[in-house]
């Protein structure tokens, strides 16, 4: 429904929940009908939430799988109905859902357009004066004539975004596809949906990449079990969240004894690194390069290189280095350092961005930083570190380089924790 008199509001939720009956055999449904009697048992998908969303507003929504995230998202697309409460649109949604799911095999790409264009509400004329952005964006050439069917999963993620981000929305609604496709169109992807940003749209964005949650949202809504746990500031909500899922695997797994990403991370990687490597050093010949790429980390301690370190607590001097291999046709990238902790736990984190550093790339386009950790603070345990090639900004993943070393923390006294700080005594 449209409310005309929303002001500055675009989507007004009141009340608002989804629920599903459910039966356990198919015969109950008929025996209900015909004896009046309930047979089923009620599954609420969603609880009644309200919310009031402004024009501009960045919504972030996260959650476990099967918190009610997707269902929020497809109530708010108009592909699901609310079973209660008021739900008022004011504008053109776009959504980027399960991409392609709308598509019909036998049709062309070029009828696929067409019709996809007029369930959103565009007129042909309309379509057709998108038609030549979306065929370029999506860069899928000659097969825009060839049925949808023999397309690869990656040429149909190509299309439905390209059609869901041409559409001209007052509101766009993503859900787990901030980039999408091989590394060019990712950054491709990134790239427009930051111009929507940018352009003061309206945007709702579901992703487990809490990192990106927090850069790019103005608020953020936790969903568990259907219900709203938390709603507030990025930090805020992002804090608790993470703590909540470091809490459940804490309980669910014994410990590691090497560390690994916690499952947030892991979905991050999934989603946004073309090819994550295991290795300390990674050679991409120039010609073949589409966006920027690790060409190798060192890690020293004390001036030694290696993979798996003793480190002294306190003492040991850390240098981590990194040369990437940029391209030409972009901006310079960035770089970012995550050291993890043997139950996945991000215990530090710093990059080049948040930093104020620029980094710079030479003639042959190579390009190599440096940083360096005197006198470890951390505290006996085993830590892993992680590299990231990141963009300009520090949001979008090029490549993530995995446990490009193991160190080893000794210590000498009796310290708990994990940090030592800086302090001092004063007997009174």
Known sequence: MVDSGFGNKVISLIGVGKSYRSYTRDIDRALEILTGKVRHYQYDALQPLSLQVAKGEVIGVVGKNGAGKSTLLKLLAGTLQPSSGQLEINGRVS??????ASFH?????????????????????????????????????????????????????????????????DILIIDE????????????SFDRIMEFRQAGKTIFFCSHSL?????????????????????????????AYGDFLQQESAIVQPPLVTATATAEAEAEA???????????????????????????????????????????????????EVRFLSVAALPVPSVGLVILGGD???????????????????????????????????LKGCY???????????????????QV????????GLELGIVTLPHQWQVL
């Open 344 to 378: 996945g736990r991000y215990v530090a984190s710093m990059g080049t961005v948040n930093d104020g550093i620029a980094l710079r790339a030479g003639a042959d386009l190579t390009g190599s930083v440096m940083v360096t950790l005197p006198d470890f603070p951390l």
């Open 270 to 320: 999934e989603a946004e690194a073309e090819a994550a490597s295991t290795a300390t050093t990674v050679a991409t010949p120039v010609a073949a390069q589409a966006v920027p790429r690790v060409m190798a980390v060192k890690v020293r301690v004390d001036g030694t290189e290696a993979r798996v370190h003793a480190v002294q607590s306190g003492k040991s001097r850390i240098e981590v």
């Open 95 to 100: 959504a980027i859902l399960e991409l392609g």
């Open 211 to 239: 990192y990106q949650v927090e850069a790019l949202c103005d608020r953020v809504l936790w969903l568990d079990g259907g219900r709203v746990r938390a709603e507030g500031a990025p930090a805020k909500v992002i804090t």
């Open 177 to 188: 596809a901030l980039s999408v496709g091989d590394g060019v169109f990712a950054r491709r």
């Open 384 to 402: 892993v570190i992680e590299v990231y090639l990141l963009c300009e900004q520090g949001l979008h993943i090029y490549e993530r380089v995995r």
């Open 405 to 412: 070393a193991e160190l080893n923390v000794e210590q000498r």
């Open 105 to 169: 095999p036998e049709m062309t790409g070029h009828d696929n357009v067409y019709l996809t264009c007029a369930i959103q509400g565009l007129s042909r004329q309309e379509t057709a004066a998108a038609y030549e952005a979306i065929v370029n964006f999506a860069g899928i050439g000659e097969f825009m004539q060839r049925p949808v069917k023999t397309y690869s999963s990656g040429m149909v993620m190509r299309l439905a975004f390209a059609i869901a981000t041409h559409v001209d929305p």
